[in-house]
């Protein structure tokens, strides 16, 4: 049995052809000719396998090394560096760490406001006559004054004492949320080597404003204190009577023979003197 051979009624793409569909889409622009050329021969070239695609994380954390900071498990209020920042900026703290001039005179003018609206007036009228021993009275405001000025210095140096130990601390004592379940943190080397810059060239100048205060102002106590005692002691020494037969009485100071002419019944059944 003899085989025909039919062709296929459906007749090949020739050159021809796609010569007349290039030259019929010359009236179109530029761009528009690219896109219909490429849908119009899409079908003739092979389709490539594309490689597998990756998912590239645009994350910058990932790339670069984290912070310090973000590394450090302690909440942000009790870290050291923020305790030291908000102690700098908070009152009276303040005061230590600012100008020496502006700081004396801040703690002397709480100390002679003290003295002058609270301490003064106290001694003043608190005592039985307001015209005798005026000078124990202003000694007394002024003591006043002095023991105020230090108490705050007292509470300004404690406050800095507690930032600048943790600061040089290489571990940190934290609480996550407040029911005492303290936790310790140790410092990363960055960490460490910034909070121990900072306490000793930050943190110790003020401590040692703050303890050359307290000399200070334990010195003026302490004379304080001296020129009260002698001045009682001399008070005292004036309003003792003789002992000795042959000596005077004080005018104005109290002895029986005044006190017998003005309570005479206080004084029954004792001989009057001769």
């Not at 404690?158 to 303290?182: F, H, I, K, P």
Request: hydrophobic content about 40%; some cysteine.
């Amino acid at each position: 049995m003899a085989m025909v051979y039919q062709p296929s009624t459906k007749p090949p793409l020739s050159t021809s052809f796609l010569s007349s569909s290039t030259h019929s889409l010359n009236f179109l622009s530029p761009n528009l000719r690219v896109g219909v050329r490429h849908h119009q021969y899409s079908y003739l070239i092979p389709k490539i396998p594309s490689p597998p695609c990756f998912r590239i994380r645009r994350n910058s954390s990932s790339n670069t090394p984290p912070l310090p900071e973000t590394e450090c498990p302690v909440p942000a209020d009790q870290q050291p560096i923020n305790e030291y920042q908000n102690l700098s900026s908070s009152f009276p703290f303040s005061w230590a760490s600012g100008d020496f001039v502006e700081y004396c005179s801040r703690l002397f003018v709480t100390g002679a406001s003290f003295a002058l609206f609270v301490g003064l007036p106290v001694a003043w009228f608190g005592a039985v006559g307001p015209d005798s021993e005026p000078l124990e009275r202003i000694l007394g405001a002024v003591s006043s004054g002095v023991i105020v000025v230090t108490l705050a210095v007292v509470r300004m140096y404690l406050g800095w004492a507690y930032v600048g130990n943790r600061l040089l601390s290489a571990t940190v004592e934290y609480e996550e949320t407040g029911w005492y379940d303290g936790q310790i943190w140790v410092k990363t080397a960055e960490v460490l080597a910034r909070d121990r810059l900072l306490g000793s060239f930050s943190v110790k100048p003020v401590l040692s404003r703050l303890k050359y205060t307290l000399i200070t102002l334990g010195a003026s106590l302490f004379v304080c204190a001296l020129l009260l005692i002698n001045l009682e002691g001399g008070q005292k020494g004036s309003y003792l009577t003789p002992t000795e037969p042959g000596d005077e009485a004080i005018p104005g100071v109290y002895n029986d023979d005044s006190a017998k002419s003005f309570e005479p019944d206080a004084f029954c059944g004792e001989p009057s003197p001769p």
